[in-house]
């Protein structure tokens, strides 16, 4: 089932420009089975981030990555050994911060479930496929609700994802991701003042996992 949000009914707001105040390096985090890392790179890629992923911001963010020491910010394990299944984020400590159920997403909603009294959403998040109104591209957007809000992922520009937040009846750009690493790591920039990073990533991981992926 769709959701009832269509990307069409909120304009894109081209005044707004996306800036980042959080990066993350998802490691292994595209197709996987059993265990992923979140690496939290906010303020330690010196390459800047104008409008668009760069190769020299992506090829640093991976170099920052390989060199970061320490437990990573998250980590998200599998409860089966299937791409498509329950996966519990846990944080430095491990904490759960969250379970992703990831399903076909084409097909039907994937939801992020928070325990009690996080600090990240008072509710679950639902990431449903938009309802079609123009074929090809309705499948490449998927939205959710948080307070009330509708977001949306829009993956019709191939290997780069865009995250726009409804504000005031239209689209702002508060995070995009790309794919690095042979396909399967990734990069995601987030305006961490629009959005929570947990939500922003948990959504991200089901997006990225969802999608024409392949069970083995």
Known sequence: MGHPFHPDDFP???DVVLQPTRTFYLKGCIHFKTTAQ????SGKVRAPFVGDFSHAFLDEAEQVARKQSGSPSYEIKSSGNMMR??????DGSGQKVCDLNITFVSFDSSTVRFPPGSQHSRHPIELCPV???????????EAFVKNSIPYFW???????????KCLNQ???????????GFDKDAVIVLNGDELDDVVAISTCIIL????DAMDA
């Open 12 to 14: 894109i707001n081209h």
């Open 38 to 41: 979140i690496l939290d790179l």
């Open 85 to 90: 299944t329950l996966k519990t984020l846990t």
């Open 131 to 141: 309802d079609g109104r123009s074929a090809g591209e309705d499948s490449k957007h």
């Open 154 to 164: 829009d993956m019709t520009r191939g290997r780069v994802g865009i995250l726009y």
């Open 170 to 180: 239209k689209r702002v750009e508060i995070g995009r991701v790309a794919g690095y």
């Open 208 to 211: 990225l996992n969802g999608r």
